[in-house]
T-cell receptor
Framework: RKEVEQDPGPFNVPEGATVAFNCTYSNSASQSFFWYRQDCRKEPKLLMSVYSSGNEDGRFTAQLNRASQYISLLIRDSKLSDSATYLCVAQGGNKLVFGAGTILRVKS | DTEVTQTPKHLVMGMTNKKSLKCEQHMGHRAMYWYKQKAKKPPELMFVYSYEKLSINESVPSRFSPECPNSSLLNLHLHALQPEDSALYLC????????????FGPGTRLTVT
């Protein structure tokens, strides 16, 4: 079993749609969680950290369920510019463990 | 400013060459990382430096040799690489190791011929 598993994707959605990504992690000792966004041939960029209480940043909402070892990312009112690969990341000991990523394609 | 810089942006080298990748950050971060990323795969951790000391080596072949001259700089020395080593090499930094978010540089796209 992979340490961090994500929805396989790709997700093809129209502009304005709401889309949700899910992720599970296997290390119950993980304390920190993040969502990164990566555009084609670019570096990963931190989108948001994920807290137990949930957090929101504009159109983006992240949730953490420690009991189920589950992380989610909700994107509302999708824009063409949201098209990217979204990487779910969990702390594993002294390092971060990346999921394989989910591709989002927003179409007009 | 959350900026990590890397040079060069692109590098083509033969299997007998020696080259170095450079990474710099001025955020006062004390942990720095090298990752390798192949197309359509997530970043794969290679090395971690914490307070200028190597703390993690993910069983990377010795043809890759990291160096941390000071808290702001990180180098990756390359020697006798193989074509399968062609990839995007990413540097990242974080406040300290462990659970802090990491900030990535733009990467060096390496092609080994």
């Amino acid at each position: 079993r992979k340490e961090v598993e994500q929805d396989p994707g790709p997700f093809n959605v129209p502009e304005g749609a709401t889309v949700a990504f899910n992720c599970t992690y296997s290390n119950s000792a993980s304390q920190s969680f993040f969502w990164y966004r990566q555009d084609c041939r670019k570096e990963p960029k931190l989108l948001m950290s994920v807290y137990s209480s949930g957090n929101e940043d504009g159109r983006f909402t992240a949730q953490l369920n420690r009991a189920s070892q589950y992380i989610s990312l909700l994107i509302r009112d999708s824009k063409l510019s949201d098209s990217a690969t979204y990487l779910c990341v969990a702390q594993g000991g002294n390092k971060l463990v990346f999921g394989a990523g989910t591709i989002l394609r927003v179409k007009s | 400013d959350t900026e990590v810089t890397q040079t060069p942006k692109h590098l083509v080298m033969g299997m007998t060459n020696k080259k170095s990748l450079k990474c710099e950050q001025h955020m006062g971060h004390r942990a720095m990382y090298w990752y390798k990323q192949k197309a359509k795969k997530p970043p794969e951790l290679m090395f971690v430096y914490s307070y200028e000391k190597l703390s993690i080596n993910e069983s990377v072949p010795s043809r890759f040799s990291p160096e941390c001259p000071n808290s702001s700089l990180l180098n990756l020395h390359l020697h006798a690489l193989q074509p399968e080593d062609s990839a995007l090499y990413l540097c990242a930094s974080s406040l300290t190791g462990g659970h802090y978010e990491q900030y990535f540089g733009p990467g060096t796209r390496l092609t080994v011929t």
